[in-house]
């Protein structure tokens, strides 16, 4: 899998956060890539193997695994115990709030195995402005 643009985040998973004007390949995602997802800097991706991997901002919590990191600048697998069935489908969402209700954007992911189990990730509430 290759990446390029703006990595401030690590949103590119070169292990850095540096920009790329180019496309350059993501060392660390060696096997084959199925399916790939990515929303407010954050990327999701499935391999062959059935693993999700996640990497840059984790900013409302999007690279799914509880970490208190801002941002993780490499793919790193999401826990075995979501990938017991075989991955159907990835999604992701973004939604722009009215700003005179809330400043934030909200953010999520998602997959589906093949039992129709659906797993959510990001952000679910507004804090809202005064509140």
């Not at 790939?36 to 499935?46: G, I, K, P, R, W």
């Not at 490499?74 to 005179?100: A, I």
Request: charged share 20%.
């Amino acid at each position: 899998m290759f990446s390029w643009g703006r990595g401030h985040l690590g949103q590119l998973g070169h292990e850095d956060t540096e920009d790329q004007a180019f496309p350059k390949h993501i060392k660390s995602l060696c096997n084959y890539v199925h399916e790939v997802e990515a929303a407010a800097n954050t990327s999701l991706v499935l391999d062959e193997l059935n693993q999700l991997r996640t990497f840059g901002s984790n900013e409302q919590g999007l690279l799914g695994d509880n970490s208190d990191e801002d941002f993780r600048p490499y793919p790193s697998k999401l826990g075995k115990q979501f990938l017991l069935n075989q991955v159907l489908m990835l999604r992701s969402g973004m939604l722009e709030v009215d700003p005179k209700i809330s400043e934030q954007t909200l953010c999520t992911f998602s997959f589906m195995n093949e039992l129709g189990e659906i797993f959510v990730w990001g952000s679910f509430g507004i804090p809202l402005k005064g509140a």
